[in-house]
């Protein structure tokens, strides 16, 4: 089993920064992408960035400039650095990690959720 646990969500004012990580446990061979997706009251799903098991990345154009998706292997961490951040910024937002385990099986595996809501 794998299970992705994120943190670093909560309240913040426009213009403002926060910083999510999300770290994976479990049996972990390797994991390839990971991404963090957002989910607005009322809205579907959506990806805000992707990274890759190269480190190549990929965002959202709404977020693109202020967000920074990085990741610590090491840590089996994925991180998002979110800077200016403006009120349709409000979602609660998912890890998600594409995992193979020690027993040769892929999940696709997603975090709980941390909801970050920006105050105008």
């Known amino acids: 089993q794998v299970q992705l646990v994120e943190s670093g969500g909560g309240l913040v004012q426009a213009g403002g920064s926060l910083r999510l990580s999300c770290a994976a446990s479990?049996?972990?061979?390797?994991?390839?992408?990971m991404g963090w997706y957002r989910q607005a009251p009322g809205k579907q799903r959506e990806l805000a960035a992707h990274?890759?098991?190269?480190?190549?990345?990929h965002y959202a154009d709404s977020v693109k400039g202020r967000f920074t998706i990085s990741r610590d292997d090491a840590k089996n961490t994925v991180y998002l650095q979110m800077n200016s951040l403006k009120p349709e910024d409000t979602a609660v937002y998912y890890c998600?990690?594409?995992?193979?385990?020690?027993?040769?099986?892929?999940?696709?595996?997603w975090g709980q959720g941390t909801q970050v809501t920006v105050s105008s």
């Open positions: 998600n990690a594409d995992v193979r385990s020690w027993a040769n099986i892929n999940y696709d595996a």
């Open positions: 990274i890759s098991s190269g480190s190549s990345t």
């Open positions: 479990g049996s972990i061979l390797s994991i390839n992408a």
